[in-house]
């Protein structure tokens, strides 16, 4: 049995809660908050080692393996603790803020034999498995992929304001959302790479809708649709238009009416495999640097074009 402790108890932190309790490779030990009222709450309804800070829980002898539910801005220093300290790691998406940070923990995790694992919960969800993969020289007929990734992300995020501090969050839904759009992306096409981006930005200065334009390895058009205050709870669905002008529509929402209620499945394969690449020990080959890289490319496109504020 793998013993499992969480940094960050916010909103994220229930899928995995809950997943949790369906494990059989993978058992809580310790959580963590900087939250005292959330950590007496806690510790009210289960038996488990508490820490106040991200750092002990890192070093902490009773787990092996650590979840990274903190605030994008501090990915970097608990994801990077944790390796060296030989824990295995699952972090939120986005991994970390910047590509240099992302190659250093790439590093890290191999020099220290460990698993770094990003929870990209859309592969997972079950109508993706329906879609398949594009990534032949002739696409299969199709013409291109479009991606929707809506939501009110005040309702998501519910006290978890960070979501809504730039420095925090590392921008808006470019740099939030951007990350499970893209890495849905390369699921379905292979490698891609930006084409062109457009945004628009509150008064705040946070990009809250975004339309990203980009292009698979054979030239195939992938077009991702993000919005932060999208009115109607979500939108989250997969378009494969094809060259004879007909469309497949996949809804990731289909069957799950309550809003986020299909990360509660998601986030149970999330840790099914990382619980296979712990016991195995096996390369996670996965998107995490393209994704961070991308998020870049597209803030960078905006300010040279004048376009972010």
Same mark, same amino acid.
């Given at each position: ?138 696409? @299969? &007929?199709?013409? =291109? ?6 939501? /009110?992300?005040?309702? $998501?995020?519910?006290? %978890? ?9 590392? @921008? &808006?839904?470019? =740099? ?6 893209? /890495?849905?992306?390369? $699921?379905?096409?292979? %490698? ?118």
């Amino acid at each position: 049995m793998i013993r499992v402790g969480i940094a960050g108890l916010g909103v994220i932190s229930h899928y995995y809660l809950a997943a949790l309790t369906r494990s059989n490779s993978l058992r809580l030990t310790a959580v963590c908050d900087s939250s005292e009222a959330k950590l007496d709450g806690f510790g009210r309804r289960h038996e488990v080692e508490q820490f106040a800070d991200y750092t002990a829980l890192m070093r902490a002898e009773c787990v092996d393996a650590v979840i990274v539910n903190l605030p994008n801005n501090l990915h970097f220093d608990a994801c990077k603790l944790a390796l060296a300290a030989s824990k295995h790691v699952c972090c939120e998406k986005p991994l970390v803020m910047g590509e240099l940070e992302s190659r250093r923990l790439i590093s890290l995790a191999v020099r220290h034999q460990r698993i770094l694992f990003t929870a990209f919960h859309r592969r997972y969800n079950r109508h993706v498995k329906d879609v398949g993969s594009l990534r032949t020289t002739d696409n @299969g &007929g199709i013409a =291109a992929v479009s991606i929707y990734y809506k939501e /009110d992300i005040r309702q $998501h995020a519910g006290n %978890d304001s960070w979501y809504l501090d730039p420095a925090a969050c590392g @921008g &808006g839904c470019i =740099a939030d959302n951007g990350p499970n759009a893209f /890495d849905l992306a390369m $699921h379905i096409v292979g %490698d891609i790479d930006l084409f062109a981006a457009s945004a628009e930005f509150d008064d705040c200065g946070i990009d809250i809708a975004a339309t990203i334009e980009l292009r698979s390895q054979t030239g195939l058009p992938v077009h991702i649709y993000l919005d932060w205050a999208y009115p109607n709870g979500e939108d989250k669905r997969i378009v494969l238009s094809n060259s004879d002008g007909t469309s497949r529509e996949v809804d990731l929402l289909n069957g799950f009416p309550k809003f986020k209620s299909s990360l509660y499945h998601e986030y149970v394969g999330i840790l099914e495999h990382f619980a296979h690449h712990v016991a195995n020990r096996s390369t996670v080959n996965y998107s995490s640097a393209a994704c961070v890289r991308l998020v870049s490319k597209t803030y960078q496109q905006l300010s040279a074009s004048g376009i972010r504020n």
